[in-house]
């Protein structure tokens, strides 16, 4: 018989896409926090696109930034040094080149919500995450995703057919919409026990707090 772990737990929904890069960063720093409060997360992953009319193709990652943000090229790169650096601190490596791009997400979402229901949901938000930044590989392409869906512990065939009847689009897009329309227009956007909110990767000692302060109005 196993013994129930004594740890507290703190619901915490994370709100985030598998092409930001302070998604992974936030997500490695709340777990240095859990690990270091000594509490368990009941965690939940949902669906946000920051580039959905972004095109089967894709685009060039840094013409896309620098479209987007307006920013330099220099600026780009001092942007990847810093996001590099920070990754390799947290035991995340991101592998930014000249030729990386930004993809369209609705098809890994889809599988995130698919996944949710196997209970193997976390794992493979993980996994894509280290598909797209640290191997370089499309996440927008089936073949990629379904390579992925293995890699996290699932079936490739029941995904393939869960992604094929669209089975999971709109329920994808109702969850964009629930958190869009409660103002969440950035991410990670992460909820702490259903009550606090904290947009941006926050650093582990913010989220050390906001896991003590949840753990004391539970007490």
């Known amino acids: 018989m196993t013994t129930p772990d004594p740890r507290p737990v703190v619901q915490i929904d994370i709100i985030s896409d598998v092409v930001c890069p302070w998604c992974i960063v936030g997500f490695r720093q709340l777990d240095l926090a859990l690990k270091q409060e000594n509490v368990l997360a009941r965690l939940r ?10 095109p089967p193709e894709g685009q060039n990652l840094r013409e896309h930034i620098m479209e987007k943000y307006g920013t330099t090229a220099e600026q780009s790169q001092q942007a990847r040094d810093r996001l590099t650096q920070l990754g390799a601190e947290l035991g995340f490596a991101f ?19 698919w996944a949710e229901s196997q209970g193997r ?28 869906v293995t890699a996290a512990g699932l079936d490739a065939d029941v995904a393939r057919s869960a992604l094929e009847s669209g089975a999971h689009v709109a329920t994808v897009r109702q969850k964009q919409e629930f958190w869009t329309s409660r103002g969440i227009s950035g991410v ?12 941006g990767a926050q650093g582990t000692d913010t989220y050390a707090q906001v896991l003590q302060r949840c753990l004391a109005e539970a007490a």
Not at 47 to 53: D, I, M, R, T
């Open 121 to 148: 949901q976390h794992p493979l938000k993980l996994a894509l995450f280290q598909a797209y930044f640290t191997n370089q590989k499309d996440v927008s392409q089936t073949d990629i995703l379904l390579d992925t």
């Open 188 to 199: 990670p956007s992460m909820v702490f026990g259903g009550k606090y909110l904290l947009t």
């Open 45 to 54: 992953w949902h669906p946000f696109e920051l580039n959905p009319a972004m």
């Open 95 to 113: 592998n930014f080149d000249d030729d990386s791009r930004m993809v369209n997400t609705f098809a890994a979402h889809q599988l995130l919500d």
